[in-house]
């Protein structure tokens, strides 16, 4: 099985497929490396495209509790393109995993060619915070009592998934039975330390004010715990654009597969081209 190797050696594994410029999936905390198989089969076919699952996320390794700070899941995207040689990737993250893309974005912005942020910033707002908080560790104790399918039993059935199962009962089916194999340990630890102990995106401002990478923001309107995250990137990030996809949830990637793949093929079209987040309309050559 082929695994890329942290700088604190935790051992990731992953899966490529296709041949050009590349693309790197990074997954969301209900998810692991085969929840981007719509995209692998799409994208593979004009790029080059990695996923892989994350610190905690078997079949990849699960480190003791105090290794799961964002810091960690950022610095571990960085790694995998390291492993890969791969100087540069289009990032395209899915809620933990867009943190991570942005974190990139901003700390090492030349490993990025571009950012695509999905259902990016649960527990934004101010008067929000801390009751997320307060819920990831009681999330994470649950996982660590739970059966062994606790962690899709808890965190399966939110509410920015219902419309998933509503729209799609066998690929929320699907999603589910996946869900139920994650390794509580991991998921509780996950909880503890990225999804409970990460700095909200307002306390980035003056650094996401500065990220200058062509971006995509994409949201659920039915993700009510990530639209106003997305609509403040969306102000604040010059060179972004914002899709909301309708009647949709947090697991925008496979409710909507078709949707999403045409909105971020289009994005890349025109990052690629150069032709995405021309401010000055002197630039564009017609």
């Not at 050009?20 to 198989?37: K, M, N, Q, R």
Request: one cysteine or more; hydrophobic letters at 35%.
């Amino acid at each position: 099985m082929p695994y890329a190797t942290t700088s604190d050696n935790v051992q990731l594994y992953f899966e490529e497929a296709g041949h050009g410029t590349p693309i790197l999936f990074i997954h969301e905390f209900a998810a692991d490396y085969a929840s981007w198989e719509p995209q692998m089969r799409y994208f593979s076919r004009s790029h080059r495209c990695i996923t892989y699952s994350a610190r905690g996320y078997i079949p990849s390794h699960i480190p003791d509790a105090d290794a799961y700070s964002y810091k960690h899941f950022r610095d571990d995207a960085i790694a995998m393109l390291d492993h890969l040689k791969i100087p540069a990737a289009h990032l395209v993250g899915l809620s933990m995993g867009a943190y991570s893309a942005l974190q990139i974005g901003i700390s090492a912005p030349k490993r990025a060619l571009s950012l695509t942020l999905a259902g990016v910033g649960s527990g934004f707002e101010k008067e929000r915070l801390q009751g997320f908080r307060d819920q990831a560790m009681a999330h994470a104790e649950e996982f660590e009592k739970g059966d062994s399918d606790v962690v899709a039993k808890v965190s399966g059935m939110s509410p920015g998934r219902i419309s998933f199962l509503i729209k799609d009962p066998r690929g929320f089916k699907e999603f589910y039975d996946a869900l139920a194999k994650h390794d509580a340990q991991g998921s509780a630890h996950t909880q503890r330390g990225f999804q409970g102990g990460r700095p909200p995106l307002y306390e980035f401002e003056d650094d996401i004010k500065r990220v200058d990478l062509p971006t995509l923001v994409i949201v659920g309107d039915e993700d009510d715990s990530c639209i106003e995250a997305s609509l403040y990137l969306k102000k604040h990030i010059a060179t972004s654009g914002l899709a909301m996809f309708p009647k949709t949830g947090h697991v925008l990637n496979q409710e909507e597969p078709d949707l999403f793949n045409t909105t971020l093929e289009r994005f890349l079209v025109q990052a690629e081209a150069g032709r995405w987040g021309a401010r000055d309309p002197r630039s564009v050559r017609v």
